[in-house]
């Protein structure tokens, strides 16, 4: 699943670059708000308790995810944006569950403001393409062992997206992003659990400039 993400990430690049013409997004402001799921993704797993390890790349099941931005398209093709974040995921974590003799019943909840920016490839077909990239501070927060912890830090995304313009001011988006958490550690009755996760993230989003 993961690798058929990314062909189709680099093929939709690919493809607006090639296609690419005069045409872009309209120039100004705009708010955005978006809707979607982790579909796929991994979380880096390891834990510890009494002498005994384990470690896993354990899968992230489908969860929710939304978003609410505000942005600047310029003149020159990119565009500059702000956006509040956040996404739920369970973590499938059976086989460190065996081998710790414990069920973590783990899931993770991400919030971040980013700050991202974007180039405007332009149009292909009706069609305005972007692809772009964010960094921002994110807390995530874990929930192990019926507990729950957070942690803030780094969080990055890595997006692709196109932009079908249903009149002068209103669009309608599809979009595709990488999105990295904080990295966290905690550690709880004995039981030391680090994790770092990243999902695939599909969404569809309404698009209002001013």
Known sequence: ????????????????????????????????????????????????SAGVSGSEDADLDAGLFASAAFGMNFDNNFTLEGEVLHA???????????????????????????ANAYYNLGAVGPINARIGAGVGYGQA????????DKEGGLAWQVMVAGAYPVSEKVSLDVGYRYLRSPDFDVSDAGVKVSAETGAHVVTVGARLGF
């Open 1 to 48: 699943m993961k690798s058929q993400l990314c062909v189709a990430v680099v093929g939709l690049a690919v493809v607006a670059a090639s296609g690419a013409s005069a045409q872009s997004a309209p120039v100004g402001p705009y708010f955005q708000i978006n809707l979607g799921s982790g579909l796929a993704g991994k979380t880096d797993v390891s834990a510890s």
């Open 88 to 114: 739920k995921n369970d973590i499938d974590t059976a086989d460190i569950d065996r081998a710790l003799g414990a069920n973590l019943d783990a899931s993770v909840k991400t919030t971040a403001l980013m």
């Open 141 to 148: 927060e874990y929930e192990i062992l019926g507990g729950s």
